[in-house]
């Protein structure tokens, strides 16, 4: 059974980092794409980062790039996503989700992946 746990994620304040982690089990990451995604209170989900553990291929959202790094650990079964610089905007609740590696790199596309974890709120304080 394929499953993603994320965690990691707490109050912390504005300029602070957090390290979320998402734990995959019942498949390996070799095979498998890794995306983040979040939610904000009364907002759309979207796409913060992605990882295609097959190629290497990382992808950022513009919210992400320059203070977000995505990558894994094969050996665990673990993707990370470091995040510095924090700001208020970046309250949301975090997701990991999973697909099948397609061949090339991963994408910043909601409705492509189709696994996905329980997510982990990340608060951040101005």
């Known amino acids: 059974e394929v499953q993603l746990q994320a965690s990691g994620g707490g109050l912390v304040q504005a300029g602070g980092s957090l390290r979320l982690s998402c734990a995959a089990s019942g498949f390996t990451l070799d095979r498998y794409n890794i995306g983040w995604f979040r939610q904000a209170p009364g907002k759309k989900r979207e796409a913060v980062s992605c990882?295609?553990?097959?190629?290497?291929?990382?992808y950022y959202s513009e919210v992400a790039k320059g203070r977000f790094a995505i990558s894994n650990d094969i050996s665990k079964n673990i993707v990370y996503l470091q995040m510095n610089g924090l700001k208020s905007e970046d309250t949301s609740i975090y997701y990991c989700a999973a697909v099948a590696y397609s061949g090339y790199g991963c994408l910043l596309i909601e409705n492509r992946y189709r696994y996905w974890g329980q997510g982990t709120l990340v608060t951040v304080s101005s």
């Open positions: 990882i295609a553990s097959a190629d290497g291929i990382t």
